[in-house]
């Protein structure tokens, strides 16, 4: 039988316990945390806007709803300029899926407005955090944590999650982004429109993100 056990956040804690039919007394709570050498973000936000995306380059992971949203975004044009940059782990499983964005992204005529790299390494990562204006990982299920969340806020980029899982307590803890509902289908692309068109919103919220990953997740 299980004495106990360590959970990275306070929804997966009570998720656990009563799954393991434990006391919630008996599950105990501590974040994950990164090191933060080389997280530096940018003095000047990129002249040209940039969504971007760092995670496994899965369906759980939501890639393809936020290549939806995007290319909504685009056929606006105040947002003519933006760029899409997608990046993460990769697996000969994937290779379909991610084949199948890019052939979305071409065929929307965004051929020459977004790029996919994946499998990249720490110092790739670090330079693509922080080149990028707003980072979204819309994922279709409940993450324990969401180790890319703090990623992105401690390289100074504010965040767009979906609200379920842990997002809602870490954006609680570190208020460095917005929560959209996963139930509303336009939810994504009304609060990456919002956060976009916000620059002194999307300042305040990248710097107490940053500043809360510091103190509470390194």
Not at 72 to 96: H, N, V, W, Y
Not at 143 to 153: H, K, Q, R, S, T
């Amino acid at each position: 039988k299980l004495d106990g056990c360590i959970s990275p956040s306070k929804y997966f804690a009570c998720l656990m316990a009563d799954r393991l039919k434990i006391s919630e007394n008996d599950v105990l709570y501590h974040p994950n945390g990164i090191t933060l050498d080389g997280f530096e973000p940018h003095l000047k936000p990129p002249k040209t806007p940039v969504l971007g995306y760092l995670a496994r380059l899965c369906p759980l992971k939501g890639l393809d709803l936020l290549v939806d949203s995007f290319i909504e975004l685009k056929e606006l044009e105040k947002f003519s300029d933006l760029r899409l940059e997608i990046a993460g782990g990769m697996t000969a499983e994937d290779e379909p899926f991610v084949e199948e964005q890019r052939r979305k992204l071409i065929q929307a005529g965004l051929e020459d407005s977004f790029s996919i790299r994946a499998n990249i390494t720490r110092e790739q990562k670090l330079d693509f955090l922080r080149n990028l204006t707003v980072f979204s990982v819309p994922a279709r299920y409940p993450e324990a944590f969401g180790l890319y969340v703090i990623e992105a806020m401690a390289a100074g980029v504010p965040v767009i999650l979906p609200e379920h899982g842990s997002f809602p307590e870490i954006i609680r803890e570190t208020e460095g982004g917005l929560l959209y509902s996963k139930d509303d289908l336009s939810g994504l692309t009304y609060a990456l429109s919002t956060m976009l068109s916000d620059k002194l919103q999307a300042k305040q919220l990248a710097e107490q993100g940053r500043a809360a990953v510091y103190e509470k997740y390194s």
